[in-house]
């Protein structure tokens, strides 16, 4: 109940800040590009596909044929509920591969921690080198204080990244090379799609300096890494439209662009959903055969440890 109503409450605040820019110059300023759109298709199929080739590491499945799992997987922690996304993937994995209950609960909950290791890894260190290269263009988020919770994650993140490696015969079903080639993929993944997104923002508006978008990243970094908070998006969408204000940058344009991409990523969100559930209603569930090769789903002192690249192919 508590997370409706800050998100109605959300909703309710961008409205009004919207209506005070004014909707008609906020039409105006509507990405025209298309090149905004095709990245925003990169970005969106970035999560899945990495998704898709990590579980492949340790579950045999055509990548075709797991792709749209991991897309419905995507739409459900978006959109649904954190983590619900897991879930709906154990009863996919449950009814459509040969696999014990087991095995499956394993690899999600291995792919689940290194994923999320991953992603406080890549936002530390990116704020960390962003804050010490003054590439912000707010000067005034580099205050002590910060500097020193920005050292203190920094260190928290190695710390937990050297006690997963320590124990991670006891923590993990995975070998110590899937483990890594797992990693490797998500950090991958997010230093593409961060890219993409300051690419995304700097092709509706070009005569923006780069110094600017790094922070409008910087903040959504920051907005994305804080623990229970609810509609992320929303939240970036009106920090992006004061931060507008702070930085001298068109508000409208801004507002345009992160109006789109919301709009965009629901909406697609809702068209795949539905589209994959009548999919999956018509289909039989037929079992995926396995070849129960030593991908590294279990570890064991007297075996050398497979190398998991040769999964991806």
Request: cysteine-free; overall charge positive; aromatic content about 12%.
């Amino acid at each position: 109940m508590l997370r409706y109503t800050l998100t109605a409450g959300i909703l309710v605040y961008l409205v009004y800040r919207l209506s005070t820019i004014g909707w008609a110059e906020i039409w105006r300023s509507l990405p025209v590009t298309p090149w905004f759109y095709l990245i925003f298709i990169g970005m969106y199929l970035a999560l899945p596909v990495m998704d898709s080739l990590a579980y492949r590491l340790s579950w045999h499945f055509p990548f075709w044929t797991g792709l749209p799992a991991f897309l419905k997987k995507r739409v459900y922690n978006k959109d649904v509920l954190g983590y619900s996304g897991e879930v709906y993937l154990y009863a996919w994995a449950k009814k459509r591969l040969s696999l014990s209950e087991r095995e499956i609960l394993g690899t999600v909950k291995d792919n689940t921690i290194v994923s999320s290791v991953a992603s406080t890894f890549f936002a530390v260190t990116v704020l960390v080198v962003l804050f010490f290269s003054g590439s912000i263009a707010l000067d005034g988020l580099l205050t002590p204080t910060n500097t020193g919770y920005a050292i203190l994650g920094a260190l928290a993140v190695t710390a937990l990244v050297a006690l997963a490696v320590r124990f991670r015969r006891v923590l993990f079903r995975v070998s110590g090379r899937t483990m890594v080639a797992i990693f490797l993929l998500h950090v991958t993944r997010l230093t593409l799609v961060s890219l993409l997104q300051v690419l995304q923002w700097s092709v509706v508006l070009p005569d923006v300096e780069l110094r600017v978008w790094l922070t409008f990243f910087a903040v959504q970094l920051v907005t994305s890494r804080i623990p229970f908070l609810p509609s992320r998006d929303l939240i970036f969408f009106g920090a992006s439209v004061e931060l507008s204000r702070i930085l001298d940058v068109s508000s409208a344009g801004i507002a345009g662009m992160m109006l789109v991409a919301s709009v965009l990523d629901k909406s697609v969100n809702f068209v795949l959903f539905l589209t994959l559930s009548l999919f999956d209603r018509r289909k039989a569930p037929n079992s995926v055969p396995l070849q129960h090769a030593p991908i590294g789903n279990k570890v064991s002192e007297d075996e050398p440890d497979a190398g998991p690249i040769s999964a991806l192919a």
